[in-house]
């Protein structure tokens, strides 16, 4: 496999061009700008929809012209490939293939806000049919273009969009609900431990069906969206290997439209697993909108989003995919974004081990909802304050080239246990279905809350902390401390990785709730359940909701040593009595 870091350049560049714009009267003069502004990359959608108008015929004109440019002034290109926009005739061909949302309803496709050359969710990937005819354009696609001196890397996927236009859960179709049985019976190996887990009595596989709301069943839901976890990362694995099919030389990336943790619906309601995805491809990116789209875009938020990215992608190289450009605009133009800030989300991402950074976009977008937004220039291409931001970083950048490809991130001390299935229940049992857009589901957040309460805590101090994913929790004997972030669902075997961890002499700090629920989604009779409370040396007495928690140090605690008398603590939503054992220690009072 071709190495990215092979000319000793780090990739700091932009996405330039999505079908039909910019208009191909201003491509030469604007790649000629991008190189003396020190970019040395630019991204190009390959859209399906775009580029396979006949079944079969494709039309490359567009894409071997702007490789031929970039390769004539000097520039690397990334192709960033989007199934989500497909062609349309897939629906003429193929009626009965649309994915269904959880009321029953054939989702019909349309045109997304932002791009208006295909359909868009498109016909299901879980029917072979659809299948087929994605494989072949990806691996046609890469054949044509792996000769090319300045192909870098292959995007197999963009911002992991697939559950977009349509309203509600999806997808209900006969093919993912047939995919869903046989995750079931792989996982329990046959109806009878199905009905011990579910605690159901169902007599045949055809009598199960996954559910379609929040606040229902709890172990079905969990296990609904756990498959459809699994179902993502198929489909990434699938992107990545039709293109491999047709290039085996490039590296392939993916990236998500956010970190796992800071997008709380990214786990429950599109199956976004970082940690799951990452390995699916050789590079890992993600996007950031600081002032667009992220939830609650304070420096440590950015900063917990960062080294969410960082954890999830372990040994591989992780990219900023999108950062944010120019002015958000989603409709008519919001949140502005100034060069100093941009400069400032640039280093972070460097402090976090990022191995390359492109914009989102050059110019202005001039199509749809995105529609004169996020460009590192004015309208007409020329250069702004943002465009000289740019190049001043880009004179760094290719001057420590070598040191930062080779920079690698200091050992952590500090764990903060991510677990998909607590988004996944916190969605379930207090969440709704998301409408068209997605709204619905990101109030539901009080585990990433509790993550970034934590994060922040550690950050404010200059301590680094990695987030650690449940399946990983056996390597947690590598850190001092693990925090347990509003962990209200626990199963034995966690349960015994955080013993043994104490045992050991490592050092854990958790939340009210811990392990109210375990197996099969049932409530504990003691809390902490399944057996911590014999490690905290406590048993949970009684919980409320309050808008006000004092919580009063005991003063002659070390723990608390520069507390004034005057001083307390400030808790969030839940106020836990606690009933301390023989070997429980007091260390401060509601």
């Known amino acids: 496999m071709k190495n990215t870091t092979s000319e000793n350049i780090f990739v700091f560049g932009t996405q330039y061009y999505r079908a039909p714009t910019p208009l191909s009267v201003d491509w030469k003069s604007d790649l000629r700008r991008i190189k003396e502004s020190g970019l040395n990359t630019i991204k190009i959608w390959c859209i399906w929809g775009w580029m396979e108008p006949e079944p079969g015929k494709y039309r490359f004109d567009e894409t071997d012209r702007l490789f031929d440019l970039a390769e004539e002034i000097g520039l690397k290109v990334v192709p960033n490939t989007i199934l989500e926009a497909q062609p349309f005739w897939i629906t003429r061909l193929y009626p009965d293939c649309n994915m269904v949302n ?23 990937l879980d029917y072979d049919e659809i299948n087929v005819q994605a494989e ?28 977009v236009d349509g309203e509600g859960l999806f997808c209900y179709c006969p093919a993912t609900i047939k995919k869903f ?21 169902y007599s045949d596989w055809e009598d199960v069906f996954p559910p379609k709301y929040p606040r229902t ?28 099919k047709g290039d085996p030389e490039h590296p392939v990336m993916i990236h998500t439209g956010g970190s796992s943790i800071g997008y709380p619906s990214q786990i429950p309601i599109y199956g976004v697993d970082d940690w799951k995805l990452s390995v699916t491809a050789d590079l890992y990116g993600t996007s950031f909108y600081p002032n667009a789209f992220m939830p609650e875009p304070t420096l440590s938020k950015c900063a917990l989003c960062l080294d969410a990215t960082r954890s999830a992608s372990k040994n591989r190289r992780f990219w900023i995919s999108e950062l944010q450009g120019g002015p958000a605009s989603n409709g008519f133009v919001k949140e502005d974004i100034t060069p100093e800030e941009q400069r400032m989300h640039i280093f972070s991402a460097l402090s976090k081990g990022a ?15 995105e529609a004169n937004g996020f460009g590192l220039t004015h309208s007409d291409g020329s250069v702004s304050k943002r465009t000289q931001m740019a190049k001043d970083i880009a004179n760094v950048l290719n001057k420590y ?40 589901s990101e109030l539901v957040d009080l585990v990433d809350r509790s993550i970034h309460g934590y994060y922040k805590a550690f950050w404010d101090n200059n301590i680094q902390c990695d987030l650690i994913h449940i399946d990983d929790l056996s390597e947690v004997k590598n850190y001092k401390i693990l925090v347990l972030p509003f962990l209200f669902f626990v199963e034995r075997q966690t349960a015994k990785i955080i013993e ?18 375990g197996e099969h989604c049932l409530s504990s009779v003691v809390t902490p359940g399944n057996g911590l ?45 606690l009933h301390p054992f023989s070997e429980g220690k007091v260390i401060a009072n509601f």
């Open 217 to 244: 069943g709890y172990v079905d839901m969990l296990d609904w969206r756990r498959f459809i976890t699994h179902k993502v990362t198929k489909m990434a694995e699938f992107r990545v290997n039709a293109l491999k």
């Open 401 to 440: 080239s070598s040191v930062l490809n080779e920079a690698s991130i200091l050992p952590s001390e500090v764990a903060i246990l991510f677990d998909p299935d607590t988004y996944i229940l916190n969605w379930t049992i207090e969440g709704a279905v998301p409408d068209s857009q997605g709204f619905g």
């Open 355 to 369: 191995k390359g950074i492109l914009f989102w976009q050059w110019r202005n977008e001039r199509l749809g909802i």
């Open 102 to 124: 959880h009321k029953g309803e054939k989702i019909i496709s349309g045109l997304r806000n932002e791009c208006f050359v295909g359909l868009s969710p498109g016909q299901c």
């Open 533 to 577: 409370d014999k490690v905290f040396q406590a048993k949970e007495m009684n919980v409320v909701q309050t808008e006000e928690i004092k919580i009063e140090p005991i003063r002659k605690d070390g723990l608390f040593r520069g507390f004034e008398e005057k001083d307390s603590l400030a808790g969030y939503l839940f106020e836990n009595s």
């Open 136 to 163: 072949r354009f990806l691996t046609v696609l890469a054949s044509r273009y792996k000769s090319s001196n300045n192909l870098l890397v292959w995007d197999a996927w963009n911002e992991i969009k697939w559950a």
């Open 500 to 517: 043994k961890y104490v045992r050991d002499g490592g050092t854990v700090i958790s939340d009210c709730y811990l392990g109210e629920f």
């Open 181 to 201: 049985r046989n995750w079931l019976g792989e996982k329990y190996g046959n109806l009878d431990n199905l009905n011990k887990a579910w605690m159901r009595i």
